[in-house]
Each structure stands twice: as structure tokens, then as C-alpha cells.
């Protein structure tokens, strides 16, 4: 079993940044691809990035690429997602989640294992 735990969200204004943390239990974080989801009320769970286990292939979502970096530090367990010029339609709540294929880097909910409780992302305008 894994347990992801999330960290890092807020109320930003618009154009600012936020740095996102999921640190992870376990020993066989390296070996998982990590990676980010957000869902806003009302809208279904979409996909923001990905990452393979040693960090060698990355996956975005359109509506992020170019503003969000993905990263891992296997050495702490932990995955990171910095959110740069942040606009008022990335709010949500953002969630790490955990596939066990370790180069997947898939957009697909359905795919990942193991999920966070989430963290709330509030962009103001």
C-alpha cells in the first residue's frame, strides 16, 4: 500500500505561482510513475502532468504546458508540481496519484493505483 499525501496548495492571484508537494510512504516510490489531477466543482477529474520513474519522460496536459514543471526526488519520496502565471480557471483541488507501470506517464485516471486526498489550488482574478 501506498499513501500519498498532498501539500503546497492555496489562494494565489492570478499570474502568481504555487509549488505543489506529494510525499509518499513506501519504499517502491522510485519505481512508480507519478502523477497530477485536478478536479474543479462540478467538472470531472482531468489530468495536469506526469512523470516516469526516474524522471525521464513527462507527459502535460495542453492547458498547462509551458506553466507547470513536474518533478520527483526519489531520495525523498516526494513529487512536486510548480504551477507558474496561474490563471482563475486552475482552480480545483489538485491530486497526486501513483501507476505502478513505471514509464506509463498516462492522462488517464483509470490508470493510476493509488491517490492522495488532495490539496485546494484557489486562484483569485
Known amino acids: 500500500q501506498v499513501h500519498l499525501v498532498e501539500s503546497g496548495g492555496g489562494l494565489v492571484q492570478a499570474g502568481g505561482s504555487l509549488r505543489l508537494s506529494c510525499a509518499t510512504s513506501g519504499r517502491t516510490f522510485s519505481t512508480y510513475t507519478m502523477g497530477w489531477f485536478r478536479q474543479a466543482p462540478g467538472k470531472e477529474r482531468e489530468f495536469v502532468a506526469a512523470i516516469s520513474w526516474n524522471g525521464g519522460r513527462t507527459n502535460y496536459a495542453n492547458s498547462v504546458k509551458g506553466r507547470c514543471i513536474i518533478s520527483r526526488d526519489n531520495a525523498k519520496n516526494t513529487a512536486y508540481l510548480q504551477m507558474n502565471s496561474l490563471k482563475p480557471e486552475d482552480t480545483a483541488v489538485y491530486y497526486c496519484?501513483?501507476?505502478?507501470?513505471?514509464?506509463?506517464?498516462?492522462?488517464?485516471?483509470?490508470?493510476?493505483?493509488?491517490w492522495g486526498q488532495g490539496t485546494q489550488v484557489t486562484v483569485s482574478s
Open positions: 496519484a501513483a501507476d505502478k507501470r513505471y514509464l506509463a506517464v498516462s492522462g488517464a485516471p483509470s490508470e493510476y493505483d493509488y
